[in-house]
């Protein structure tokens, strides 16, 4: 297709409410489905809610019987089968009468990046990857590089950590979004957009997990970025806050 050629309404969004299968691997051993449908869709990218959580950056593999005009590949098959790129992601809260929280969900805007992944998310699926350039060469739409997680490694995000233990309950979601573990613990320092905890359960570097504020029932959602044991032999998950920030008024 000659994009620059064509009409700028191909470039427009389309409110198209088609079903669309979202495959995502966390880990190498971690993945899961959902379907969902299209709130609406370009030739370059598309927004839709999710159950599951996920985050600005990670990789995800769409099926769907998009109209032939809006694909840049595959013309003549079924189904479109697209790797994405979350771009953009606002999380909402369902609540019951009670204000209790009922579901979370997620509504995610995606850029097309083209028929197959990098050589580098099949080494390591929970790679983060930001957009290089746009440039259309065969079956590719964006060219990716790895992008620099903050919490990696050990890095240490801009803002100061305070060290107080917080009583928090961890909770780790199995493929269907549901919590298959959990367990109440403590923080060993935390900020607005991370924290370090105390814990047993076992959860690899790019799983999500929730964490809940035992006194004031806030509950937030974090990625893996490090999962260790400190000099003391005490295993340790080290979170990035990926929904929203963590209050600190009342404990700075």
Known sequence: MDFEGKSRRLRERV???LPVRVHCRETADHEWVEMSRLVDVTPFGARFALTHPTERGRLLQ???PLPRQLRCFDHVEDQYRVWALVRNLTARAQTGAG???LLMRYEVGVAFTGKNPPAGYL???STLYDVESFSVEGNALYKLHEAKEPGAGGVRSEMT???VAVSVRVELFDSEGQVSASEETVTENISRRGAAIW????AERGRFVRLTNMETGLSLIA???AARAGPDGIPRLHLEFIDRQWPLEGIE
């Open 15 to 17: 409110k198209l409410a």
């Open 62 to 64: 769409l099926t769907m």
């Open 99 to 101: 204000g209790e929280l």
């Open 123 to 125: 080494r390591d699926p």
């Open 161 to 163: 950590r305070l060290q």
């Open 199 to 202: 814990t047993t359960l076992k």
């Open 223 to 225: 990625a893996v970025r």
